[in-house]
């Protein structure tokens, strides 16, 4: 079975400063890794996502992952916060190709401090 | 890109209401589609799989009769709330998975329910 778990709940930083938010799975089979937001009252929009190849990848809104194998890791960064990133924000996992059922994370939720 | 569109995004009714819950793919065909149910400040639990043309396959603990799923067309999955009790109030999302290789899920908007 896989599973997820994002280190802590709530995550707080000041505009401008590096975001940092932890991710790590666990699975039998080469797994596929996502991170989504939500905003609240509103469904999920993909951040980004890891299938194959190159394990640092790079989403949208200036937010980048690395996989980590040995360490089950998919952490999500961003070199500089923005107030507009406060959200929830989830990592997730699927048993890749073919299988489609995602195991979210318990969710961060990210605070930006003037 | 493929879109998935949700409805009502917004339901508050009296305890004992059944609720519909709408769930179309817009400009894609969608033999299977999924169905969240995220609590206050928690995660997305998946609840059930609906397939086109056949019986819903239910997560453990997800009571069959109380979460009604049908799949009628390729483009439409709805999830009913029977006799809806203020322990039923939450946000449901629907998905649809994958529309080929290395592509994510495409998810509603999500429907807020209360219950009173």
């Known amino acids: 079975a896989q599973s997820v778990t994002q280190l802590g709940s709530h995550v707080s930083v000041s505009e401008g400063a590096l975001v940092l938010l932890r991710c790590n799975y666990s699975?039998?089979?080469?797994?596929?890794l996502f991170w989504y937001v939500q905003y609240p009252n509103q469904g999920l929009q993909l951040l980004l996502k890891?299938?194959?190849?190159?394990?640092l990848v790079k989403g949208i809104n200036g937010f980048e992952a690395e996989f980590k194998k040995s360490e089950t890791s998919f952490h999500l960064t961003k070199p500089s916060a923005h107030m507009s990133d406060a959200a929830e924000y989830f990592c997730?996992?699927?048993?890749?190709?073919?299988?489609?059922?995602?195991?979210f994370g318990q969710g961060t939720r990210l605070t930006i401090n003037p | 890109g493929a879109v998935v569109s949700q409805h009502p995004s917004r339901v508050i009714c009296k305890s004992g209401t059944s609720v519909k819950i709408e769930c179309r793919s817009l400009?894609?065909?969608?033999?299977?589609m999924f169905w969240y149910r995220q609590f206050p400040k928690k995660s997305l639990m998946l609840m059930a799989t609906?397939?086109?043309?056949?019986?819903?396959?239910?997560e453990q603990g997800v009571e069959k009769d109380k979460f009604l799923i049908n799949h009628a067309s390729l483009t439409l999955s709805t999830l009913t709330v029977t006799s809806a009790h203020p322990e039923d109030s939450s946000f449901y999302i629907c998905?649809?998975?994958?529309?080929?290789?290395?592509?994510?899920?495409?998810f509603g908007d999500g429907t807020r329910l209360s219950i009173l």
């Open positions: 400009d894609f065909q969608a033999t299977t």
């Open positions: 890891y299938t194959t190849g190159a394990t």
């Open positions: 997730a996992v699927s048993e890749g190709q073919g299988a489609q059922k995602l195991v």
């Open positions: 699975s039998s089979v080469p797994p596929y």
């Open positions: 998905s649809a998975p994958p529309q080929g290789p290395n592509q994510p899920q495409h």
């Open positions: 609906s397939n086109e043309g056949s019986k819903a396959t239910y």
